[in-house]
C-alpha cells in the first residue's frame, strides 16, 4: 500500500484568487456572502491584476516556486467566458515559473460542454467541488439534490483532488454516514466545521461521537485513505516550537491576494464588501501585521492552555466580532475533542502500520507530533 495520509502536494507559493462573480445559483444555509449582487468581473480587470501578480511573483521565485490562479464565486461557472478567457490569455504569457489553476464550485452548472472544456485542460486547472455527504446533509445545507452534482466526473479526471464538505449544526449527526458512504465509492473528502455558524450545547459529543466512529472505520479499512482532519500534521508540537506562539493558521495577508470583481486587492475572500456590507474593511485593519502572530491572538487566547489545538479564521473573527484576534469561544471545545479524538487515531494508525512496514520521514513526524499532541489534551482535560 503507498502512503495513505499524505496528500498530493497542490501546494504553491503564492495564490491569486479572482473574485469572477458575486451572483450564485445556490443559497447555502452557512453561506457567509450575505450581501450577493449581479456584478461580475471583466477580462480587462483581470488582465491588470494578475499582470500585477506575475511582476510581483517574479521579484521573489526561484526555480522550485509555483503560483496559484484561483477561480472564486459567488458561483465561478456563472462566468465561464472569463474563466477561458483568462486561461487561455495566461498559458501565452512567456512566464518563468509554473502556473496551477483551481476552480472551487458547487458543481451544479458543470454542463456538458464545461466538463469537455475542463477534462482537455485538466493537467493545468483543478476542480474543487463542494458536497456535503448524503442526500440530507445536501439538501438541508445545499439545497440540492447530491444527484444533480458530477462526482464521477470530477473523480475520475482530478483522482488525488477532493470535494469540499462543510459540516452545520443540522448535518454533523450525518458526518461520519457521509464521509463513509463517499470513501466506499471511492471519493475523497476534506471535512471542516462551519465558522460563523451557530452551534448549540451538545454538539461538541456529537462531534466526538462522529469522529470516533470514523477513526474506527479508517483503522478497520487501511485501503481507504484517513482525510481531513484525520490527516492532520500538528504543526504546533514540533520540536522547538513548545513556547511559541502559534503559527498562523493560513495564508491570508501573506501569501494569499484575494481581487474583487473590481480589481481590489484584500487579504481574503471573508474581508470582501459582499460578505460583511461595509467599505471601511481595509481600514479598519491597515495596521494590522499579518506576519506577527501575536496580532492575531487577543489576551484572553494568549492565556488559554488549548491555544495550540484551537483553529481559528481571522476573516470570520472581523465579520463577526470586528477583530480579526478575536476568536470564536463557541468552537473551542469541538476543535479540542478534534484534537484528541484524531491525535488518539494517528498514534493507533501509525503504530499499526508501523508492525507492517517501515514508516516514512512525514509518517514519523506525525506521529511524533500527535503523540505529543495526544499528551497535551489530555493535560488539558485534568486541568
Known amino acids: 500500500m503507498s502512503d495513505p495520509i499524505i496528500k498530493k502536494d497542490y501546494g504553491t507559493d503564492r495564490i491569486c484568487s479572482l473574485m469572477l462573480t458575486h451572483q450564485c445559483n445556490l443559497r447555502c444555509i452557512y453561506c457567509f456572502e450575505k450581501f450577493k449582487g449581479d456584478r461580475f468581473m471583466t477580462f480587462e480587470t483581470a488582465k491588470k491584476v494578475l499582470t500585477y501578480e506575475f511582476k510581483e511573483f517574479e521579484k521573489i521565485m526561484n526555480d522550485e516556486n509555483r ?186 495577508g501573506t501569501s494569499v491576494h484575494f481581487y474583487d470583481v473590481d480589481g481590489q486587492l484584500y487579504p481574503c475572500h471573508l474581508f470582501l464588501p459582499m460578505v460583511h456590507g461595509k467599505k471601511t474593511v481595509l481600514d479598519d485593519i491597515k495596521d494590522v501585521d499579518f506576519n506577527d502572530p501575536n496580532m492575531l491572538v487577543d489576551d484572553d487566547c494568549k492565556q488559554c492552555p488549548a491555544l495550540k489545538v484551537c483553529n481559528t479564521c481571522y476573516g470570520y473573527n472581523y465579520v463577526n466580532r470586528g477583530n480579526i484576534a478575536k476568536r470564536d469561544k463557541s468552537m473551542c471545545n469541538l476543535y479540542l475533542v478534534e484534537a484528541q479524538v484524531v491525535s488518539e487515531f494517528q498514534i493507533a494508525y501509525f503504530v499499526s502500520l508501523k508492525d507492517k512496514r517501515e514508516l516514512t520521514d512525514y509518517e514519523l513526524l506525525m506521529l511524533q507530533c500527535a503523540v505529543r499532541c495526544y499528551k497535551y489534551v489530555q493535560d488539558i482535560e485534568k486541568i
Open 67 to 252: 503560483m496559484g490562479i484561483d477561480f472564486m464565486g459567488g458561483e465561478p461557472m456563472l462566468n465561464f467566458e472569463l474563466i477561458k478567457q483568462i486561461y487561455e490569455w495566461v498559458m501565452a504569457q512567456p512566464l518563468p515559473f509554473p502556473v496551477r489553476f483551481t476552480v472551487t464550485t458547487n458543481g451544479t452548472l458543470l454542463t456538458d460542454e464545461v466538463k469537455n472544456w475542463l477534462k482537455e485542460r485538466k493537467q493545468h486547472i483543478r476542480v474543487v467541488m463542494s458536497v456535503d455527504g448524503t442526500e440530507f446533509s445536501q439538501k438541508n445545507n445545499r439545497g440540492v439534490s447530491v444527484d444533480r452534482l458530477p462526482l464521477e466526473f470530477v473523480h475520475e479526471n482530478w483522482p488525488n483532488s477532493y470535494f469540499k464538505q462543510t459540516l452545520s449544526h443540522d448535518t454533523l449527526p450525518f458526518f461520519a454516514e457521509s464521509i463513509i458512504e463517499l470513501s466506499q465509492q471511492g471519493y475523497r473528502v476534506a471535512s471542516s466545521l462551519a465558522q460563523g455558524h451557530t452551534w448549540k450545547e451538545g454538539d461538541v459529543e456529537i462531534y466526538r461521537r462522529e469522529l470516533k466512529k470514523l477513526a474506527e472505520y479508517y483503522l478497520e479499512h487501511k485501503d481507504v485513505r484517513p482525510e481531513t482532519p484525520f490527516d492532520n500534521l500538528y504543526r504546533e508540537f514540533f520540536d522547538g516550537q513548545e513556547d511559541k506562539m502559534p503559527k498562523k493558521a493560513c495564508g491570508v
